[in-house]
């Protein structure tokens, strides 16, 4: 089997003779953020960062995600910082798809690399350096952890993709497969990041439609997708939000595997009245 790539570095600029159009969507139920609107004018700084720059691709929003936020980051050599998470109710997903970024937890410093993924508790005091010669690449999705009477908050820890077997979907032969880095019987977690990987010619063959908001972010491959009414084109560096019970199916065009980390809220009871609002 094939080491696995993951998505595109972004940046940079498309020339002054390129066409406008676009794979763009934004709409009620979902959006698509292609690899190439993540361009040089479209980033972010952030307070307590240096030498680094952000795409925030989604955020809490009426209309819009409603239980997370999932940044691309970008760090420059020397770059870092020692305050990075400014919730002490969030938690968060480190996902590295570039360099070697060392992350310091708990007075313990783990060397990051492509695959790596680390899951952060609020409080933790993580710090994140880049003490390498290029560029650290890597998804950050944040959340605001929902604590539960009688059980404790999930402790820190950091894996690699390469250390966990991928779990077929019961039927598919193997075709379709999630690498989980969470039990799904672990009701700390109000989260799960997970990998979502489908071999050339696999399909979701009928539409999903649940109460889980998802955000999706290609790592290789590509695919149609259904997204409510419309099928939409998606590859390697696209970003994809979807509201919650949004229709979703999709076929893996191939000639690679179509791999994409996941985001969904879980593990937790829908809030009731006003609070369920967002009033």
């Not at 720059?53 to 999932?70: D, K, Y």
């Not at 020397?78 to 998470?85: I, L, M």
């Not at 899951?119 to 005091?125: D, E, H």
């Not at 998606?234 to 893996?252: H, I, N, S, T």
Request: glycine share 12%.
């Amino acid at each position: 089997m094939n080491a696995p790539t993951y998505n595109p570095a972004c940046g940079g600029l498309p020339p002054q003779t390129a066409l406008h159009t676009g794979r763009a969507v934004f709409t009620e139920a979902y959006a698509v953020i292609p690899h190439g609107v993540m361009s040089d004018i479209v980033t972010s700084l952030l307070p307590g960062w240096t030498n680094t720059r952000v795409w925030i691709l989604a955020r809490p929003l009426s209309g819009f995600a409603e239980t997370f936020a999932q940044y691309l980051v970008e760090v420059a050599p020397g770059g870092g910082s020692d305050h990075p998470e400014p919730d002490p109710q969030g938690e968060g997903v480190l996902f590295v798809v570039g360099g070697t970024p060392s992350l310091d937890l708990g007075g313990n410093t783990h060397a990051l690399r492509p695959g790596s993924y680390a899951y952060l508790p609020p409080g933790c005091g993580w710090r994140l350096r880049n003490a390498g010669s290029e560029p650290a690449r890597f998804h950050w999705v944040r959340k605001a952890y929902e604590a539960v009477p009688g059980l404790d908050a999930p402790d820190a820890f950091v894996t690699h993709e390469s250390e966990i077997e991928p779990a077929g979907m019961t039927g598919t032969g193997g075709s379709w497969a999630t690498t989980r880095f969470v039990s799904p019987e672990d009701l700390r977690h109000d989260m799960h990041v997970n990998i979502v990987t489908l071999q050339p010619g696999a399909s979701i063959p009928f539409e999903e439609t649940h109460v889980m908001e998802h955000g999706l972010f290609v790592l290789e491959g590509k695919a149609v997708y259904r997204l409510n009414r419309d099928w939409v084109e998606v590859e390697a560096g696209d970003f994809m939000w979807l509201r919650a019970f949004c229709p979703q199916a999709c076929y893996a065009g191939g000639p690679a595997p179509f791999r994409y980390l996941l985001y969904k809220d879980v593990n937790r009871h829908p809030a009731l009245g006003r609070r369920g609002l967002g009033r």
